[in-house]
């Protein structure tokens, strides 16, 4: 893992808009998984307004609520073409988002999970994290090489994201979410996370031991996962010195 720690949310952000743009213009045609949420609302609008050029890419998004339609203001459907989608020269073709509503659950986890490999898997995904740990929806204690799938949320993230909706007793109980084995075939990871509220979570992802009560610890495992943080999601890391040091020095041709 490489621990980028930035002055503030917007430079951590600026990082992984670099990434991303780097890899669009490397790679017209690429494959990226993309997150919702507050965390990824700055590095779209940091994307948009690079004016990239999205018409070859395909994008899979990681999760959806269960039983809200994608006209609804808080399905991730909407987030996308909202915060992103509909503001860059994207073909809606090659958008991929979870379908809430679909009737035969398993047969649609499945063919999104085909979808991915026939479009040659995902070159990059785009994660935030929640304060438990969890990485698209997957909570704590989901399989570590889970695949997409439905899972029930946790009290602790329905109340994280009531925030989003009128009530608490308005965020569905169900979504269906990218697993964790996934999102670990994706070539290259990019968590991104802000504030202290993510410091635990991050700490324990970072610098514990991999277990499925911090999903995010598998990311260990990955080759090439790059965490973009701010001083405070990065408060709690004892090496935080280390990390800060390692991208100060950094050979010209891996900086960002
Ligand atoms: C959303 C997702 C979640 C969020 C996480 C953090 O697509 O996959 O894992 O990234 O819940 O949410 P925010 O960014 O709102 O703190």
């Not at 909407?78 to 379908?99: A, E, Q, R, Y």
């Not at 075939?185 to 970072?206: C, M, Y």
């Not at 610098?207 to 499925?212: Q, Y």
Request: net charge neutral; aromatic share 8%; with cysteine.
């Amino acid at each position: 893992m490489e621990i980028i720690i930035q002055p503030d949310a917007e430079a951590a952000t600026s990082v992984a808009a670099r990434l991303i743009a780097r890899l669009l213009s490397e790679k017209p045609n690429a494959v990226i998984g993309l997150a919702t949420g507050s965390t990824p609302l700055r590095l779209y609008q940091e994307l948009v307004g690079m004016k990239l050029d999205w018409r070859q890419v395909t994008t899979f998004n990681l999760d959806e609520y269960v039983g809200i339609s994608p006209q609804h203001p808080q399905s991730y459907h909407s987030f996308m073409w909202d915060n992103l989608f509909g503001h860059i020269n994207i073909s809606v073709k090659n958008v991929n988002i979870p379908d809430g509503l679909a009737n035969d659950i398993p047969g649609f986890c499945a063919s999104y999970e085909r979808k991915i490999i026939a479009a040659g898997g995902i070159d990059l995904q785009v994660l935030g994290i929640g304060t438990d740990g969890h990485i698209g929806f997957n909570e704590p204690t989901s399989s570590l090489s889970s695949r997409t799938r439905i899972k029930t949320l946790t009290p602790q993230t329905r109340k994280d994201n009531a925030r989003f909706f009128g009530s608490e007793a308005e965020v569905p109980h169900h979504c269906l979410t990218m697993g964790i084995g996934t999102i670990m075939e994706a070539r290259q990871i990019l968590l991104l996370a802000f504030g202290a509220g993510k410091a635990k979570a991050i700490a324990e992802a970072v610098e514990g031991p991999i277990t499925a009560r911090n999903p995010a610890s598998i990311l260990q495992m990955h080759p090439v996962t790059k965490v973009c943080l701010d001083p405070a999601a990065a408060s709690k890391l004892e090496l935080q010195e280390y990390y800060r040091w390692v991208y100060e020095h950094k050979p010209v041709w891996q900086q960002l």
